[in-house]
């Protein structure tokens, strides 16, 4: 039954509850009991009342209240000491408290000062009164009370007074003070006001972009996933042609790509370097680096891609490529790299090849989301955790990693990743964070400058590329650091090196295609690198330039992926999980690690 509802306008009404009538009908007289004299009437009675008590208001207006009303009987609890609308209490939190009713309003209002009093003509606006002048409140709240009636009609008829130009001081100079102290007033939430009213986009086009953006980044995890799903390759170490000079077939083994034959000898050795040249014929026939890698990045995928969709195949294919590369007996790797990068002719790898490994936080990222599963073999973890406790003390001890962590170059920034990530699977926390806390020293101070070059990657013949190739694995190990409570991406050397000089640093010469790069680079200018640093700039530091130029990067990355000549991927994940835990102490953002490598 539908709800009746009273009539809430006269209109509503019947026309017959208006029409006038008659206040009695009876012109009888009454009686003593209760009836009128003779010749009155009820509507005589109340005009003659009405009369007495305008007489009354008369006489009290012009000679003053009767004692009922004086204030100083009223009870007290019902006289506020103060009144809340104007004696309201200076604190130093509250925004945009006005110190005088003549005060400007917020600059959230407009840059322009004619813009700044949206109820108002710019030609209402005064100036503040001068010290002295008898307009501030003699009270100690610093605050104005409300005008009289005659200064009220004296602000409606009086035109704004003339500039003082005897002051030495100009209308333009007055107003940049008054937005200076407006700015000061400003706080987090009012300039966020004021930057989402600046937005190009609306909220609505932020929700669709929002999904969209998501679905996409989803279809191309699956894509990704679905393909690792169908390999039926075996990726182990067992796989390649040769051996390590140890003789085991079990000793992970990688190439040099730097090096070359020497033409000069009749057995080629020793190998000659060709920094930036890359011996793609010799490196290719050992397969350990790219199998290390496409494992790592596939167990990655389809974790994520489990975590998306819950298909438990992808999580069975992640447990055998897991079994595959580190337990079976027939197919495990060693839990050391000590033939990485090896130069044909020597009996030991050197020290970059402790590199070929840095990637495997991905696994880890990946089995806090497997791991959930009821499925997901209770041994597993266990089981890693005790094969990179012996692969992390041949990190700490081997000869040839001792080497790589003093690299002052990407090989140490490199070392410090992959390390930070193994501590943090093996839970000591305070291990990883040492290693953070050491590298605001070890690799900003040390590989920046103070104009934001990297020096030992601007000497490499490839420059642009190890110089973006650094700052990503600065900005991993920024991103290490919110988790473990060490603040890198705000870290000001002692002449003011930074992550953030770097990434400015680099940016004039993404938006040239590297034109007027100060240093020989024999490589093209590839931007897709540096366009994944950008966004996560934007997210982490709000510099609007950041933007601009991921507007003008953006759409031709688009086009070499759309060409075919770069792989589709999407950011999306990382870029949200940026904006949630990047900066959060402790955020364990596992989707975020991932995206700049």
Known sequence: MMKKTRPNSVSALPLHQFKDKPISSSTAPLSATGSLPVG?????????AGGILFVYILLTTFFGPGPAHDSNTAPSALRPETDPYVHVPIDNVTPHRYDNQDSKPPAEYGDNKDDRNPWGSPSEEKKPAPVGSGS???????????????????????????????????????????????????????????????SPASYVDLLSANRRERDYAIALIVKEADQALKSEKVYSV????????????????SLSKYYWPNPNTPNHLPYIRKD??????EIDSVEDYKLLRTMIREVHMMGMAYHFTGDKAYMRKCVARLNEWFFDEETYMKPNINYGSLQKGQKLGVR??????FTIFRVFDALHYLKQDAEWPQDMIPNLQKWFTEYVDWLETSSLAILERKG???????????LIGIYLFLDRTDDARAVAESALTNRIDRQITAEGRQPDELARKTSWYYSVFNLQAMMTLARWGDDLGVNMWDHEGPKGQSIKKAIDFLLPYSLTGGKDWPVANIDKFPMGDY???????????????????????????????????????????????????????????????WCLT
Not at 40 to 48: E, H
Not at 238 to 252: L, R
Not at 560 to 566: K, V
């Open 40 to 48: 009155l009437n009820l509507r005589k009675v109340i005009l003659g």
């Open 136 to 198: 501030e409140s003699d009270d100690d709240t610093g605050l104005k009370g409300p005008p009289s009636a005659e200064e009220e009609e004296e602000q409606q008829v009086t035109p704004p007074p003339a500039t003082n130009n005897n002051s030495g001081e100009s209308e333009e100079e007055g107003d940049e003070e008054d937005d200076e102290l407006t700015e000061e007033e400003e706080t987090l939430l009012t300039l966020a006001i004021k930057n989402r009213q600046n």
């Open 238 to 253: 067992v796989n390649k042609n040769q051996v390590a000079p140890s003789g085991d077939i079990h000793d992970y083994l």
């Open 276 to 281: 930036g040249h890359i011996n793609h014929e």
């Open 352 to 357: 970059t090849g402790v590199l070929d490994m």
């Open 408 to 418: 002052n170059n990407n090989h140490g920034t490199y070392y410090d990743v992959q």
């Open 531 to 593: 366009l994944k640093c950008l966004q996560i700039a934007w997210n982490i530091y709000g510099d609007e330039k950041y933007l601009e130029a991921i507007k003008f990067l953006q759409p031709k990355i688009q086009e070499l992926m759309d060409a075919g000549s770069l792989k589709q991927i999407s950011t999306y994940m990382c870029d949200m999980s940026t904006l949630l835990e990047a900066g959060v102490r402790g955020g364990q953002g596992f989707i975020w690690h």
